[in-house]
């Protein structure tokens, strides 16, 4: 239906409007679209012209239509709101943030309006505006117990915690059980714990158990925290912060239990004999010399003296120990400082006059050194006994390596090791997200002068700043990673060890940081907002390359269907083609609806009979692609994100990088698909499978674009270029199970990063279409390609390089668990 030339206004809006209730999306558009056309200065024809754009996920042009209908109705703030939610929906907050202040101006009175603008200003950095929004709100609608704890949080992080708590006991007095008020409000409060009520609203909740100790320990009732914690006196395994409070209230129990990282430490450190260790430096013709710089500002003086003796006791001889005072204030620190200086040659200490803050007291520090090596120690942590030794011991195998960088842990105040951060080798894409590299770091002198040092006016993320700097000086090849936790970081009130929001300036530094790092190397990307922190938007070629979505089916056409209908009607990337392989429909309505689908120019569909192989469909589909772009997808996957697929383009079209995967989720929005890892003798394992959605995932990984060994081809983008050269699908050995892993290594060996996105979410009714998995002919074709990844594929799959060695992998053990032993690896564990 379309819309007539010749009717008049009413009567060509009420056609559209019907095709909008009961017709087909892209005919509701058309008539639209011929509406706005004709007559250009209705606002309402514009205005539902973007909600069915938005509604069929080309976003884009869905807010360019909310912009002109606001244009024209500029005093109608129902326009500024929708265009408002099409913004937030597309993670454009700083355009949302506008058309909600236009909002409020017309809407003075309107408290949703007032919130929506104070929630959303705080993600720009403006704080101070958001909360000036928030009080207005709550001063027109007080009953509303969420907006007093946003106003209570947002509070808090301009420092003002005391005003922050009175406004969170106000959202609790109007919700006592408003979960995420008990939690804003634990994180508060010194005295009267919030967790005790959260307790009484969830008694099974062992998170609010383990809060309310702790905030009982805090205000001097270690006595009240016992029978809390009773709960998890007898429990097979105690977690950690369970231990550790209860550690700190006395508690018998918690004295003589030991976390399950305790146990590894028990397990794995013992391996290192410190004689043999000594007899290995001792063959050393010229073992490197390794400057420590620690800058040094007020801290206590027991600990800065604990930090001081971690170095003294390094097994390792060649070190020298350079520590610079920021103008201490407390003459205690300096006396700790003139002693070790005194006692030792290898160490000594340069007195700042003025306060410069980290970056410039480390920079004094550097200017000491001496050797080849500089690495970094904070004045309140503390190295591992063979720290210096393991890494001095790389760099004798590896002298041209330019950054050694080792695991860590956090220590508490009464000595206790917990937290350990098992790491990933160095990953140009996570790096960009996260400092993941942090401690311990052990950088070539002559290239951190090179770069200028530490950098004034980024502090709080100096480190991160520094790592970028030197990364673009430097290849990943020449960066060095041991998985052995070699350093300690104390984590007290106030640390970053303990949250980041201790330092709230150190989140605004490693934007800053990133921007101009990308502003260096990588010219056209740019930082974008994505939650409570960023993420890196890849330019696309211009023009934009064809994105080809091949889909191999036999029958079940309700899964097809949804599939098909998604990437057509509900993706925003405009350039696409939908390449469907019929591997045998029989069913009656899957062929009515084939020809049906065809209709579309962007789809064919290619009748590929016989036994299944999935490796032959996806070659056949990729021979008969138009695009430059690949993209192989289960007829069992449906996207939920309108900007999947642009996502997944933008970063197959960089140079460097070769197949590309998505986070796929169950119905349930569990994760189905956050990326494989090698698994030695069991090949491949998904990551992170059953864990909500919601969750970061091991320290924060499941929101990060980060290179992996390989991901499912269950939704994989490639070039076609980097599909050629790897040589497609391996479609004699590997038909269905492991095609998929062996096309990423292939690229892989070919000098191509695979790498998975959180950014492109997907919906995965996994193998829908091909019944129970393991028959006894399956079983036997699992067996047989499992042989040839073994074989092919050798001792790559026991030591992949982008999961930790000291993490579980076995079918027994959940991904990012650390097992207990390590598991084994075809090379010593830090070699």
Not at 114 to 131: C, F, K, Q, W
């Amino acid at each position: 239906m379309t819309t007539d030339k010749s009717a008049d206004l009413p009567t060509a809006f009420a056609a559209a409007a019907e095709l909008a209730s009961n017709g087909p999306p892209e005919a509701a558009i058309a008539a639209f679209e011929a509406v706005v056309a004709r007559w250009p200065a209705v606002s309402v024809a514009h205005a539902n012209l973007a909600v069915l754009l938005r509604r069929t996920g080309r976003i884009d042009d869905a807010i360019a239509a909310f912009r002109t209908a606001a244009r024209l109705q500029p005093a109608d703030p129902d326009r500024h709101a929708a265009l408002a939610g099409a913004c937030h929906g597309a993670r454009r907050v700083d355009e949302a943030a506008v058309a909600l202040r236009r909002q409020v101006i017309l809407q003075p009175a309107d408290p949703e309006a007032l919130y929506n603008v104070g929630v959303t200003l705080p993600l720009l950095g403006t704080r101070a505006d958001g909360r000036r929004w928030l009080k207005r709100a709550v001063a027109l609608d007080p009953a509303r117990p969420g907006a007093w704890d946003r106003l209570g949080r947002v509070t808090a992080r301009l420092g003002d915690l005391a005003t922050a708590t009175l406004l969170v006991r106000r959202a609790l007095l109007l919700a006592p059980g408003h979960a995420e008020a008990l939690a804003d409000l634990a994180r508060l409060a010194e005295s009267e714990p919030p967790c005790r009520r959260w307790l009484c609203v969830d008694p099974g909740d062992d998170q609010a158990a383990i809060a309310l100790a702790e905030a009982l320990v805090a205000a001097g009732d270690a006595a009240a925290a016992a029978p809390v914690l009773a709960r998890f006196e007898a429990a097979p395994e105690v977690p950690e912060p369970a231990l550790r409070v209860g550690r700190r209230a006395g508690l018998d129990w918690a004295r003589t239990a030991t976390s399950r990282y305790e146990r590894w430490i028990a397990a794995v450190e013992a391996r290192d004999d410190p004689v043999a260790l000594a007899a290995e430096c001792a063959g050393w013709t010229e073992p490197p010399v390794i400057s420590v710089l620690v800058p040094v500002c007020d801290p206590p003086p027991a600990i800065l003296e604990q930090a001081i003796a971690s170095v003294e006791r390094q097994l390792y001889p060649h070190w020298r120990l350079r520590l610079a005072d920021d103008a201490s204030s407390d003459p205690a620190v300096r006396a700790v400082l003139e002693a070790a200086a005194a006692r030792d040659p290898r160490i000594a200490v340069t007195w700042r006059a003025e306060r410069g803050h980290i970056s410039a007291a480390t920079n004094s520090a550097l200017a000491m050194a001496e050797g080849g090596w500089v690495g970094f120690l904070d004045h309140d942590d503390m190295l591992h006994p063979h720290a210096l030794h393991h890494v001095a011991a790389a760099i004798v195998a590896d002298p041209d390596l330019d950054l050694v960088f080792t695991d860590e842990d956090k220590i508490d105040e009464l000595g206790s090791r917990f937290g350990a951060h098992f790491k990933p080798d160095f990953d140009p894409d996570r790096v960009l997200g996260q400092n993941y590299v942090c401690h311990l770091a052990v950088y070539r002198r002559a290239l951190v002068e090179r770069v200028g040092g530490l950098r004034k006016g980024v502090e709080g993320s100096q480190d991160h700043d520094l790592l970028l700097r030197v990364s673009e000086a430097t290849t990943p090849d020449r960066i060095r990673h041991l998985p052995r936790v070699l350093y300690h970081w104390r984590a007290v009130a106030g640390s970053t060890a303990l949250t980041m929001d201790a330092k709230p300036y150190a989140a605004a530094a490693t934007r800053r940081a990133v921007a101009e790092h990308l502003a260096r190397r990588h010219p056209g990307a740019r930082l974008v907002p994505a939650g409570d922190g960023h993420r890196v938007e890849w330019p696309l070629p211009a023009p934009a390359p064809l994105a080809s979505i091949v889909v191999a089916t036999r029958d079940r056409l309700e899964l097809l269907r949804r599939c098909v209908d998604g990437v057509l009607h509900a993706t925003g990337y405009p350039e696409r083609e939908v390449v469907i392989l019929d591997n045998g429909s029989e069913r009656s309505e899957t062929l009515a609806w084939f020809r049906q689908v065809e209709q579309d120019p962007r789809v064919r569909v290619l009748a590929r009979p016989g036994p299944f192989n999935f490796s032959a469909l996806m070659n056949d589909g990729a021979a008969a692609a138009r695009g430059d772009v690949l993209v192989f997808l289960n007829n069992d996957v449906e996207p939920l994100d309108p900007d999947w697929l642009e996502e997944l383009v933008r970063q197959a079209c960089r140079r460097d990088v070769g197949a590309v995967g998505a986070k796929l989720l169950y119905p349930d929005r569990t994760v189905q698909h956050g990326g494989v890892v090698l698994s030695g003798d069991w090949v491949a394992r998904h990551v992170d499978v059953g864990q909500p959605d919601t969750d970061g995932g091991y320290m924060g990984r499941a929101r990060l674009v980060q290179t992996l060994s390989a991901v499912t081809g269950a939704c994989l983008a490639m070039r076609r270029e980097v599909f050629d050269a790897a040589g497609g699908f391996d479609a004699e050995h590997l038909t269905v199970d492991y095609s998929d892993i062996d096309l990423c290594l292939q690229a892989s060996a070919r000098g191509f990063r695979t790498v998975w996105t959180p950014h492109a979410r997907l919906l995965h009714h996994e193998s829908a279409t091909r019944g129970p998995y393991m028959t006894v002919a399956k079983r036997r074709r699992w067996e047989v390609e499992t042989a040839i990844m073994r074989e092919r594929w050798g001792a790559l799959l026991h030591a992949d390089p982008w999961y930790n060695a000291n993490l579980g992998i076995d079918p027994e053990t959940r991904t990012y668990e650390f097992a207990v032993p390590p598991r084994p690896t075809t090379m010593p564990i830090g070699e």
